[in-house]
């Protein structure tokens, strides 16, 4: 199959290439048969030259042009055209004379006026060969376009199933360090025999809900995101009781405004997990809110500054989804002062 595909294309561009210099002998003809009479004369001259055009012209593109210029080895490049210049003048210097000595019989008034002038000649045969040339750059240079279209292409798909594979393994991540810590809740509950265990049951059955059939996505509705962050906060209030003083205010959520998936609970994660009692009371505050395609998100939470600030494995993970995803369109911005551990980030959705 490969090879009768390769044969028609062969046939073809033969076909072309006759059509090709068909069309130049008959411009040959009408060119140098301007104000003569003696067609045979001008058919015979024309048919001298067609074999120093074709040879001329096929040196340039298959050879100088493809090998040398478009290489960009310039200066092998002008020394052959040089003596392609040399050896094809001379023939057409021969041509010439053939017109003079065997078309005309040595009488100079016998041949056809404008085969008379060498410059004539010489330009009709090199204005071909610049024809040809400037049509095989162009191919060289479209093909050289393509190719490189295509090699970018596979590098941006290969850079985009990478990204995809990190952003995968990173939601791995928060998966199981997520639900590890609301197991932990309930465990506890459990062991008291609470009655808040089955609707912490309920939540957390809301959040594997969200986990499982929405988390996969690209990006999801905030206001989804926003639901599943008070599914977690109702979770912890069961857990810290009256330990717990806590402020979750959203502004301007719009039903539209899309965002990653678990882009915003590894901070309020982390201010549970990192955050400590002052005078027996764990105090976060956390503002959402939504303006002009920009997502403002804040939150703070009581600190210790003699413990060594850490960041969990969700705040890390967090930061790294947000230059795959976000890159060049977020300021995130933490602080550690004062005994309050505060978290800024500025996120563009548009």
Request: proline letters at 2%; charged letters at 20%.
């Amino acid at each position: 199959m490969l090879s009768t595909k390769f044969l028609l294309k062969k046939i073809v561009q033969i076909i072309l290439h006759l059509l090709f210099w068909f069309a130049v002998l008959m411009f040959y003809t009408y060119f140098f048969g301007f104000d003569s009479k003696d067609f045979n004369y001008v058919l015979s001259f024309s048919l001298f030259l067609m074999p120093i055009t074709i040879a001329t012209t096929y040196v340039f593109i298959y050879k100088l042009i493809p090998e040398f210029l478009f290489t960009k080895r310039y200066f092998k490049f002008g020394f052959y055209t040089f003596c392609a210049l040399i050896i094809s003048s001379y023939l057409i210097i021969l041509s010439v004379f053939y017109g003079l000595v065997y078309l005309s019989n040595f009488q100079y008034s016998n041949m056809a006026p404008i085969s008379r002038s060498l410059l004539f000649v010489a330009t009709a045969v090199y204005l071909v060969v610049l024809l040809a040339s400037g049509y095989k750059l162009l191919k060289l240079n479209l093909k050289h376009a393509q190719e490189t279209s295509n090699l970018e292409n596979k590098i941006l798909e290969a850079q985009l199933k990478l990204k995809e594979q990190e952003l995968n393994y990173l939601k791995m991540q928060i998966h199981p360090h997520f639900l590890f810590n609301t197991l932990n809740t309930m465990y506890g509950f459990a062991l008291k025999k609470a009655n808040e265990t089955p609707e912490m049951i309920l939540k957390l059955s809301n959040l594997l809900d969200y986990l499982l059939y929405k988390v996969d996505k690209p990006f999801v509705l905030l206001t989804d995101e926003t639901n599943h962050i008070k599914d977690y906060i109702e979770l912890e209030k069961m857990r810290f009781n009256n330990s717990l003083n806590i402020e979750f205010n959203m502004k301007n959520i719009s039903k539209n405004t899309k965002i990653a998936p678990m882009l915003l609970l590894p901070f309020i994660e982390n201010s549970f997990k990192h955050g400590t009692l002052k005078n027996g009371i764990l105090n976060i505050i956390s503002n959402l809110d939504c303006q002009e395609g920009q997502i403002h998100f804040y939150i703070e939470n009581t600190y210790t500054n003699d413990e060594k600030l850490k960041t969990g494995i969700g705040l890390t993970n967090i930061k790294k989804r947000l230059d795959l995803l976000y890159k060049n369109k977020y300021n995130l911005k933490i602080d550690n002062e004062n005994s309050i551990f505060k978290v800024n980030l500025l996120l563009n959705t548009t």
